[in-house]
């Protein structure tokens, strides 16, 4: 009777071929180069992109309002619901199956519940929701990663993954609402047996997962080419969580001298506390790893590239193959890069992290993240469970809205930084330049062969003393004297001061660190407004 009330009150649904969907296939994250085109565009389940890639429906005005509540609900996202409510009006005193109907079956397949990791054990996806009308939200509402033909470069993947294909909140806003929640209810005890059973899946806790920062998850995880992505509490949170759970009691790790000091830190003071011992060669000691390789048991090496403050270069493909032929993991810091200048996974690297602080967040919110295969994530996913560090869901927004605006970012960031770069290297002032995209920088062919762009930091050494350096660096009037790098606002400091001060010149030596070093992180400013005053700067020194 609803269903003959309901056609009668809006026309025949019509449906038309759609030539507009192809479906490319779904290259490796391990293999090939990259160019402007995205190569992670790689969202997982490509399939379920495309159960309804054969149809577009037209609905009346106010179609959506006119779906209950419950039917709603009882659909993984808006998009299959109208779906099934097509069929429902098309099908009405049909004997045969009818296209909206067969359209109904691949929406339908296309919304399989996906694996999510809970607590500290393996979950088993549910193949069917014990529960269909239970009305809390559980995570199997969470559509599955999906390749969608028309997100072909990152900038379109960082706008819409994770979120135009639905995700596991149901609603009919553009943004991505905030979950503030520290734990998720049952509705029964029968669901709760059904999840301890694995019959079900639920985050549970807000410790082992959020809406929210699922969405942010799977962006990351689309712009890297990577199966899985774990948001953490900051940086530092993801890489000590990651060497704790990839490298074993007494094992041995391979690392480079130039690095983010709080990682060398905990390398040298608190992993020998483990039984843990480490290498360290320069990033383009090939030979020093391979000896590493062969006089130990390694079981990682782990390197920023570009690395910090140097920026220098590690080649990533022929470490990986080096690492991977004894058996060795190999871990990428792409921080100063991004996942739009450098896809570390693509060139051979089992595991990306990145400080999302940076450029990912871009204004100055506190986040780290980590991509790679599902089953290395997942052991890194359990030790963060038990250990915390959860990122907080209002941060995960924020990262969120960052990503919207990061191709933009990086481009301004790549264009000034390297047109700096070429005028302090030619300034009588400056005595040296550090940057990737320079001739002079010593893995200046490796970068353009592994890089798209050369990012926005830039490092040079001022004609003079520590405190010839402190007056130019005080005499500039847009960047802010700060730690970090990568956001919007440029920051200037020097590292001696900033992150060496307690340490003596000569133990700052024994890093490379000089007295007359800057770093130098330029923002979106106008380029001509940074150039002047970089200029007026060093004119009063």
């Known amino acids: 009777m609803a269903v003959s009330s309901f056609a009668r009150a809006f026309p025949s649904f019509e449906c038309r071929s759609d030539p507009d969907f192809s479906r490319p296939e779904i290259p490796s994250a391990g293999c090939g180069g990259f160019s402007g085109k995205s190569q992670s565009a790689i969202l997982r389940g490509g399939a379920a992109a495309h159960g309804l890639s054969s149809l577009i429906l037209r609905f009346p005005p106010n ?30 005193g049909a004997s045969g199956s009818t296209p909206a109907a067969k359209a109904v079956d691949a929406a339908l397949a296309a919304v399989a519940p996906v694996e999510i990791e809970t607590g500290v054990e393996d979950v088993v996806p549910a193949a069917e929701d014990p529960s269909p009308n239970a009305e809390n939200v559980q995570p199997e509402g969470l559509p599955p990663f999906k390749y969608a033909s028309f997100l072909n470069s990152d900038g379109s993947v960082a706008i819409h993954a994770g979120e135009r294909l639905g995700r596991g909140i149901v609603t009919d806003a553009i943004t991505t609402p905030v979950v503030n929640t520290s734990a998720y209810f049952f509705k029964k005890t029968a669901d709760l047996i059904d999840f301890k059973e694995k019959r079900s899946t639920s985050f549970e806790y807000g410790r082992y997962g959020n809406y929210t920062t699922v969405v942010a998850e799977e962006k990351i995880s689309a712009l890297e080419g990577a199966e899985s992505t774990i948001l953490m509490a900051s940086g530092m949170c993801v890489s000590t969580v990651m060497l704790m759970a990839l490298v074993p009691a007494g094992g041995h790790l391979v690392t480079t001298t130039d690095c983010y000091r709080k990682t060398r830190v905990f390398i040298e003071n608190f992993l020998p506390k483990m039984g843990i011992t480490a290498t360290v060669i320069d990033p383009a000691d090939i030979g020093g790893l391979e000896s590493a390789l062969e006089n130990n048991n390694v079981a990682l090496f782990f390197t920023e590239s570009p690395t910090n403050p140097f920026l220098r270069c590690v080649d990533i493909e022929k470490v990986s193959k080096l690492c991977h032929a004894k058996g060795a993991l190999v871990c990428i810091d792409g921080t100063f890069a991004t996942p739009l200048n450098q896809k570390a996974l693509a060139l051979g690297a089992d595991i990306v992290v990145q400080s999302a602080t940076k450029y990912i967040g871009g204004h100055k919110v506190l986040a780290g993240s980590i991509s790679g295969p599902e089953k290395l994530i997942s052991a890194v996913r359990n030790l963060h469970h038990v250990l915390g560090g959860a990122l907080n869901p209002n941060a995960a927004y924020l990262i969120i809205r960052g990503m919207k605006t990061l191709h933009l970012r990086i481009q301004q960031q790549n264009s000034t930084a390297q047109r700096m770069a070429e005028i302090l290297e030619a300034h009588p002032k400056i005595s040296r330049v550090y940057y990737p995209g320079l001739a002079s920088h010593p893995e200046h062919h490796l970068a353009k062969k592994q890089m798209n762009g050369f990012g926005g930091v830039v490092s040079f050494e001022v004609d003079g ?10 005499a500039l009037k847009i960047p802010y004297i700060a730690p970090s790098f990568g956001g919007c606002e440029s920051i200037v400091d020097q590292p001696a001061i900033m992150s060496y001060w307690d340490l003596s010149p000569s133990e700052r030596a024994k890093y490379g660190i000089m007295d007359n070093l800057v770093r130098f992180s330029f923002g979106v400013e106008d380029f001509e407004d940074l150039k002047a005053d970089i200029l007026q700067a060093l004119e009063k020194i």
């Open 465 to 474: 003393d520590l405190l010839i350096t402190a007056k130019f660096v005080d």
């Open 63 to 92: 179609f959506v309002r006119q779906l209950s509540n419950k039917a709603r609900r009882n659909c993984s996202n808006i998009g299959v619901a109208q779906v099934v409510a097509a069929s429902w009006s098309n099908n009405q």
